[in-house]
């Protein structure tokens, strides 16, 4: 630092100025490189991963048996806050590959491309529309991938999959993290045959960006079919007799003069040369009718184009076509991406049983062929309904790419929330588990010790911890004069903080913190009561899409808040529509009243604060399985009304209502409860089913 520099920052301090923020990146130097991207807004790699706050996983569903060493994971919620509580599993070696190895083998991303630009959805609206740009952004995803690092195991590998607007700044973002020296390579994906723009080059590729975490990581080659055109040119020959009759061939030489060894001279038919191979293996070949003769009588290997892998795959794809709209794999969610794309990258860059981890889950495309090719995984998504799309798909895979052929039966897995929590479950949990949970919701180290013969639980920012136990306890209340019992028991001996985590009904003052001797003893409440002095940021909401173009918006939620199911007063009754002859079943939004804590803050909305309803045509009494999707935009342009064919209607269905919190109301409904005439109109197809 200059002298006259540090003068400044003395004076400024003197008068009571606040420092300027471009001052923070001579004051606190990042690492030394050779070149950065600097911009406002962009934090420090530590402070990055101290600031984040985890959040602990809960499970909200499992799909089959887990198995002790490992369970695939599929987690809703924010990918920073989320990605914190995966570092820690992997530093408690709980984020294992098949090998034993910590840590993900392969991460695939394809974040929102912050272009601003439309992409057509499934009803012919634009997809999604970035609203983070310029610095906002490339801080977004810095930050993710600061974390996307850590989580790689020492041989692990980044796929960064983006368009042509923003590329260069991640590019620069990228060798900053993993080191200019870590870049493998830059993949151009044509993703969509040329169209017509007389004012510029037609855009028609994504880029991937590929970066290893050390100088060992996976490559498998793979290789591309030979061209019709190739094969005529080069393989000339086509053979005439035997089990390989009509198979094309060149032929390759077999002298070895000039090879290292000498080579094996000997007479064959007539013709005496060194031979690259012995005459044993000459004999071979001749037996096997591998041998091609010149017009001298110079024996030549047959090369049969069958028998070789094909072209070693360059870094230019054409030949890997997106989802079109007849293809058997397509969800109709937004940018969905083909399963053959992904099944080059997990074949090339991972090995079976190695985890193969997406941040950005979406459609869950990365899942779907990882579970296809015998790897591990783990996805991350902040939407409910990428949720709820994956896990319809991880349950009806074909076994084939592009979802054919046979039905799969899908490995275990589990669903888990992290920053939105089902409070009645938690209170269930045993007390261990109850415990663990509730230090990690806080942030809390789990450091069991005694102070003043006090047995407490953790530390927070170097204070003690005590998680009441209610269940030992039941109808015991914390009130004011409790915490002057533990501090006449502990005293200073604590220093300046005290937290007490429990749940909030069972304590009996408002106030967040009371002061008692020097020292302040905080209440953790559960659900949470926030507390500004010990965050740095205020706590956001996951916010759900009410709009189709909404659907990949990018996120960045802080905190966590508890399930509260909103209020829906709605109807479903047998119509007639305008325009049809057939009576259809017609859902009816009447009333809709959403319940969320925002910035400490216990609030309520109403129809504007709907997001989107979901539903299960034939539920099975267990499993939501997702088949149609209507957004609030598209529901309130029809009245809060949408219609479904009463032969798609199995004996009971599922509706889902979905606020822009990420909070539900389900409900089930018989189909005959909501009419006769429609019970006797199942009945009659029933019968007709079964004379065919």
């Known amino acids: 630092m200059k002298d006259d520099f540090r003068q400044m920052v003395i004076d400024a301090l003197r008068r ?184 510029l080059y037609a855009n028609v590729h994504d880029t991937l960006l590929l970066y290893s975490k050390s100088s060992k990581f996976t490559f498998n080659q793979q290789f591309t079919d030979y061209t019709e055109a190739y094969i005529a040119e080069r393989y000339k020959h086509i053979e005439t007799k035997g089990p390989r009759k009509g198979e094309r061939y060149a032929d390759d030489n077999l002298i070895g003069t000039g090879l290292r060894g000498g080579g094996y001279p000997y007479d064959w038919k007539g013709v005496f040369r060194t031979w690259r191979c012995p005459i044993d293996t000459m004999r071979k070949y001749a037996k096997e009718n591998k041998l091609y003769y010149t017009r ?36 109709d969610y937004p940018t969905q991406k083909s399963e053959s794309l992904l099944e080059r990258i997990i074949k090339t860059s991972s090995s079976e049983g190695d985890i193969v981890f997406d941040a950005f889950a979406g459609s869950g495309t990365s899942l779907a062929v990882a ?65 663990f949970f509730a230090l990690q919701l806080f942030g809390c180290k789990e450091e069991p010790h005694s102070i003043g013969g006090l047995k407490l639980d953790g530390k927070l920012k170097g204070a003690s911890v005590l998680v009441f136990n209610h269940q030992e306890n039941p109808g015991q209340r914390i009130d004011e004069e409790t915490i002057h019992d533990i501090h006449g028991a502990v005293g200073k001996k604590i220093g300046n903080r005290f937290f007490i985590v429990a749940p909030r009904g069972v304590f009996d003052f408002q106030q967040d913190y009371i002061d008692c001797g020097g020292v302040r003893y905080y209440a953790l409440r559960i659900p949470y ?41 709605w109807s479903i009754d047998l119509k007639k529509r305008k325009g049809k002859k057939l009576e259809e079943a017609c859902l009816q939004i009447k009333d809709f009243e959403s319940r969320a804590r925002l910035r400490g803050k216990d609030t309520k909305g109403g129809l504007e604060t709907f997001s989107m309803l979901m539903v299960d045509f034939n539920y099975n009494g267990a499993v939501f399985d997702m088949d149609e999707t209507h957004f609030a935009h598209e529901l309130e342009a029809h009245e809060w009304q949408t219609w479904f064919k009463l032969d798609r209607l199995g004996e009971n269905i599922m509706v889902v209502f979905l606020d822009i919190y990420g909070n539900e109301a389900r409900e089930v409904v018989a189909r005959k409860s909501f009419s006769t005439a429609l019970a006797e109109t199942s009945k009659g197809q029933a019968k007709s089913k079964k004379r065919s």
């Open 296 to 331: 001298n009588g110079v024996a030549r290997i047959k090369r049969f184009v069958k028998d070789l892998p094909g072209v070693p795959l360059s870094d230019v794809w054409t030949d890997v076509n997106p989802v079109n709209s007849q293809a058997a794999e397509r969800l």
């Open 371 to 435: 579970e296809k090719l015998g790897r591990r995984w783990a996805g991350i998504d902040c939407g409910k309904l990428s949720i709820y799309s994956i896990q319809k798909r991880m349950l009806n895979l074909k076994e084939k790419i592009g979802n054919k052929g046979k039905c799969l039966s899908p490995k275990p897995f589990t669903v888990y929330n992290a920053g939105l929590y089902d409070f009645s479950t938690l209170k269930q949990l045993p007390w261990f588990e109850w415990r």
């Open 16 to 199: 009571g100025e606040d420092l300027p923020t471009e001052w923070s990146r001579i004051l606190f130097p990042p690492d030394k490189q050779e070149y950065e991207l600097v911009y406002h807004g962009k934090e420090r790699k530590e402070e990055v991963i101290r600031g984040t706050m985890g959040v602990p996983l809960q499970p909200a569903s499992s799909f089959g048996k887990n198995s002790a060493d490992w369970h695939n994971k599929l987690i809703f919620g924010d990918n920073l806050q989320a990605m914190k509580s995966l570092l820690r599993m992997k530093e408690r070696n709980e984020l294992v590959n098949a090998d034993g190895s910590p840590g993900v083998k392969l991460i695939y991303i394809d974040p929102p491309f912050a272009t601003k630009q439309e992409f057509r959805g499934s009803k012919e609206q634009k997809a999604y529309q970035d609203k983070i740009a310029g610095a906002q952004f490339v801080e977004f995803m810095r930050k993710r991938l600061v974390f996307l690092y850590e989580l790689l195991a020492d041989d692990g590998c980044l796929y960064f999959h983006l368009d042509t607007k923003k590329i260069h700044y991640m590019k620069v973002v990228l060798d900053e993290i993993f080191g200019e020296e870590r870049f493998v390579n830059e993949v151009i994906w044509k993703r969509t045959s040329a169209h017509s723009d007389s004012s």
């Open 529 to 569: 009561s926030v507390i500004n002095e010990l965050h740095s940021r205020e706590f956001s909401a996951l916010q759900q899409p009410n709009d189709e173009t909404a659907v990949n918006d990018t996120v960045d939620a802080v905190g966590f808040d508890f399930i509260q199911p909103p209020l829906v007063d």
